[in-house]
């Protein structure tokens, strides 16, 4: 069987050249949206390399958007070569589109980073972090994740703090370490495409929930661990992406009292929870012996930091921590100290409080542009819902618009496994460098959705 074999430049990583081939393929459109790739292992018997050199490449290719994994078939193509070039661009260069596809951090109010190092540079102790630190991070580091983890309502001591580069590496540590290639992971059935990606790379197995507008539905649940063998169970109750849905107290207490049950470990993302107009309650409250819960700081304070912190049950610091040793050894301690400064002047606070009040003002705008469609949205998100009319599919939709200019996420990227694919499509409202430029690509996107799809687009 004739595998695909990418054209890997001579002068670049193995795996940053692997994944600069599968754009270039999916640009020229020798590979298509949907297209399964060669296994990790045998690409990397094709290319003569080690299967963690094909994972690293398929990795990055996941981090630009160009691929994702699904269940069953393995790493992906997710998008049509110009929709991958506008994701991630050519070497910095602005593809002139709006973009209402990824969920940034409303760039334009991050904090000053030149004063931070400033004033870092004037400290006596700047150059410890140079060194080598413990995997876990530094007493002080672990202290201010402690005082973050508090904004979601856990008291956790610094014991049981760890540091990771970011939410993905979280996740993929998460997994690497609780859980063994074959293992089945309850999840909802619309989920964060970078969860597929992770569970494919590990050889786990996510199973599907069905939900409603406060998640995952319990009796969905219950009714996968009596036919299945499922050892955890991953979710986003604060504001879950893509749908925004939101658990209230008493879901949150029955999935724990299942998780409790079942012998379930719990991994709860809480990437979204502070955008909510009033943060819920969390399952690692209600069950902290065994959920593990991630608070990053990429879309509250600076995605380029790659700073998150993990509250792990006592028993399983000491083997997280050997996690992260054996993917990155530790967090960059430069970029770890500067978000911790942050948090303990008040800079991290100040600097929510004005991403969250410029994402109330786009909700609204989004409200307005959009009144009389079918969305779901909360009052300062960073992104919404929305729900196409007929006969509209996703990733029709998704490319219409980008030939108009405007780029989305379809539906089909979110979908877990067999799930059906929603008639909907998420629309970022934290990329676009202005309300202005938000506004113009809403209000082309409202134009397309009242149009037919042009003949011959398939809809099927």
């Known amino acids: 069987m004739t595998i695909w074999m990418p054209q890997l ?125 413990p995997s876990r991070g530094m007493v002080r580091h672990r202290e201010a994740g402690s005082a973050w983890l508090r904004r979601f309502g856990l008291a956790v001591a610094p014991e049981r703090v760890l540091v990771t580069s970011g939410g993905q590496h979280a996740l993929l540590v998460l997994f690497s370490v609780l859980f063994r290639p074959g293992d089945r992971i309850a999840a909802a059935c619309l989920n964060y495409p970078g969860l597929m990606t992770a569970a494919s790379l590990l050889g786990l197995k996510l199973v599907p929930l069905e939900c409603d507008e406060q998640g ?80 990053s700081v990429s879309k509250m304070l600076a995605g380029g930091l790659r700073v998150a912190f993990v509250a792990s049950p006592q028993e399983y610091v000491e083997r997280l921590s050997q996690g992260i040793t054996g993917t990155t050894w530790m967090a960059a301690p430069l970029c770890v100290e500067i978000a911790c400064t942050w948090i303990a002047d008040g800079t991290a606070e100040a600097v929510f409080a004005r991403k969250r009040a410029e994402a109330v003002r786009r909700s609204e705008l989004a409200r307005q ?51 059906a694919a929603p008639m909907a499509v998420r629309v970022s409202l934290s990329a676009a460098r202005s309300r202005e430029e938000l506004r113009r690509g809403l209000e082309i996107l409202l134009e397309l959705m009242l149009q037919q799809p042009r003949p011959g687009r398939s809809i099927a």
């Not at 029955?254 to 409790?260: G, T, V």
Request: proline residues 5%.
């Open 216 to 295: 995952i539905l319990p009796g969905a649940l219950s009714e996968a661990c009596a036919r299945e063998a499922i050892r955890g169970l991953y979710l986003m109750p604060g504001v879950h992406n893509p749908t925004t849905a939101c658990a209230g107290p008493e879901r949150l207490a029955r999935l724990a009292d299942i998780a409790r049950a079942r012998g379930l470990l719990v991994l709860e993302d809480g990437a979204y929870t502070l955008t909510a107009e009033d943060p819920a309650d969390t399952l690692a409250g209600l069950a902290p012996e065994r959920t593990f819960f991630v608070a």
């Open 369 to 419: 542009v959009l009144d009389g469609q079918r969305f779901r949205s909360r009052r300062s998100g960073y992104f919404l819902w929305l729900e196409l009319p007929e006969p509209w599919r996703g990733t029709d939709f998704e490319r219409a618009a980008l030939e108009r200019g405007v780029i989305v996420v379809a539906g089909e990227s979110f979908a877990l496994g067999q799930t």
């Open 9 to 133: 430049a001579g002068d670049r990583p193995i795996y940053l050249g692997l994944a600069e081939a599968i754009l270039a393929d999916v640009e020229s459109g020798a590979l298509k949206p949907g297209d399964r790739l060669p296994t990790h292992r045998d690409l990397a018997d094709a290319l003569g390399v080690t299967v963690g050199t094909v994972t690293r490449g398929y990795a990055e290719a996941a981090r630009r958007g160009l691929v994702r994994g699904e269940v069953g078939r393995g790493t992906v193509v997710a998008l049509a070569g110009e929709a991958a070039a506008s994701w991630w661009g050519k070497d910095g260069d602005e593809s002139g589109r709006i973009d209402l596809g990824l969920v940034m951090g409303m760039h334009g109010l991050d904090p000053d980073l030149g004063s931070a190092l400033l004033e870092l540079a004037g400290r006596g102790d700047v150059q410890e972090l140079l060194r080598y630190q």
